[in-house]
């Protein structure tokens, strides 16, 4: 066969495929955009397609039976045509939907469970690891620090705050400073110096900016103050 005739049996069968899809695509839901190849266009591009095509779409056309399955293979077969054709296939690309992860309640729980007592408990290993050197184990002083408890310590912080008292120390310990203490370690630190100073009335836990007065969460402070009125 040669070039002109192989050319004209083409265009004859894009045309019958378009006739078969516009009659039966359209009815099953499937989109009639791939039907509007009309004979014009068909007939003003140069078509090639080698001799299996051909032979495959006629045996297509023979052989498929009345009903969905016709739809179906129209379907199918329009894409064929579509990309012999030189038409373009429909995108199949997914949109996706950014969503944002829901606060896990674990989340919730740990956020929850921070208390005063919890960070007393944690700043009791931060303080050994880097204050216990300087000011003793428990808190009693040595030459190299001052004592953080007892009577003298609650007479010179007990009528300040723990934002002051963090601010202080933060400041000026250790010196030299240390890089891997984080703000909320310096709280947790706090925390353990004023619950081994008696602080027992406190609940919620301390943070950069907690002003109450030390010694009226005291007990044994208040309870001295009101033998004393």
Known sequence: ????????????????IASIMRRVSCGDGFSCAATSITSSKLSSRKLKA????LMKTTQQQKTTL???PIKLAAATLGLTVLTACGGEAPSTTAIEVATTPPVSAETNAVTAAVSFDTQADSGAGLYELNCAV???ANLEGTTLGPLLSGSSFIQRWGGQTPALLLGNIRANM???GNESLTEGNYID???HILSVNGVDSVVAALTAETD???SDNISQVVARRERSD
Request: aromatic residues 6%; charged residues 30%; hydrophobic residues 25%.
């Open 1 to 16: 066969m040669n070039r002109s005739k192989r050319s004209e049996t083409m265009r004859s069968m894009c045309k019958s």
């Open 50 to 53: 080698p001799k299996e095509f």
């Open 66 to 68: 009345p009903g969905k």
């Open 134 to 136: 300087c000011h003793g």
């Open 174 to 176: 250790p010196p030299g």
């Open 189 to 191: 630190i706090v925390a």
């Open 212 to 214: 109450f007065e030390i």
